[in-house]
């Protein structure tokens, strides 16, 4: 399947090795400079290494994981380039998770005032959204992307292939986006990702769900790619999670970006009800649903001040009001809606309720 994204194609398919020789065939380059992390290396780059497009490639291997998401390690990446030869026409493949995606970007767009790159992402999270509409970056002192720009690859190469070395915490942590994707479209989609059952599930079916879902994130970017308006409806369950995941970063107990944006968005269903009426019947629907696949995370009352702290400095907001993507119903996401300290605090404690398994007491 091949799609349209914004100045990119993407390639979704099992062939991996002919959608990169589809792909590279008609490109005009100097040289190729592969981008992986530990991981990848070992894992993902055995499936493609075969390609002839490897016979004369540079490599740089960096560390995984959103902490090395940094300024430090794409200061390595561009010394790789420069040291090694790389020209206004060399070709850099990013082989990878979405850290990867985003920073393996930045380097490639930055350097010499920007080369060509090609993304082939291999996490589930990155399939289905982080690869996809060209927001590319790094963080800096413990605040998500707080670096960055918008620049589109020449094509993103996707194949379900690279998910089967994935373990169960990454297939949640992508699945999370997927939920997020269905609560903004609404519809039949919703239903068919509410059936799933994840915790058990069978690569066939998951396949068709993947697709649907880089078609929602595609058709979204393509109307609005640098974020005015429509894009922001995809913040929902963002502004909470990215503090959480931050705040958890920063105490050196890091989980994924998907695990905690599924934990977000349990906080901004209940934030929804405050701000905008949020009917109880569907605030318990998703709350119930999401908690039931997602374990507790390490949180409690006494961190809503540094909670609080790090979603001033979210991206959407503007002076000192947050502004949040929330929900009236099933797909109508309404975009910068402005919440009181108090509501967001009781929206905190409402999540930490359903987390701790009392939602019961919610329902009531
Ligand atoms: N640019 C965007 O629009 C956008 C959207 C959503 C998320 N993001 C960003 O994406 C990042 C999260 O992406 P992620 O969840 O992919 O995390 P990640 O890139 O850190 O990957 C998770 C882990 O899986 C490993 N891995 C990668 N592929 C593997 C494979 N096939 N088999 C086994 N292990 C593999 C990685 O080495 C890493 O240890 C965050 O930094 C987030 O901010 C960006």
Known sequence: MQIQSLDSVIYVGDEINALITKTTDSLDFSKVFLITDTNTHKLCLPLIADNSMFNNTSEIIVK???????????????KFLSNNGADRNSLVLILGGGVLCDMGGFAAATFKR???FITIPTTLLS????????????????????????????SIIISPLFLKTLDKEQILSGFAEMIKHAIVYGGEHLMKIKNFDIKNYDFSKLSGLITKSILIKNDIVHKDPKEKNLRKSLN???????????????????IMHGVAVAHGMIAELALSKYALNLPKRILQEFSEYIANIYDEINLSNADFDEIYELMLHDKKNDAQNIKFALLRGAGLVEINVQASKEHIKLAYNEYLTWMNRNGEELIR
């Open 64 to 78: 995984p994981g959103e902490e090395n998401k940094t300024i430090q390690t794409t200061e390595q990446i561009w």
């Open 114 to 116: 920007g080369i060509k």
């Open 127 to 154: 399939q289905v959204d982080a690869s996809i509409g060209g927001k590319l970056g790094v963080d800096l002192n413990g605040l998500k992307n707080e670096i960055g720009m918008f620049k589109t690859p020449h």
């Open 236 to 254: 929902f369950g963002h502004t909470f999670g990215h503090a959480f995941e931050s705040f958890l970063l920063r105490k050196k107990e890091p």
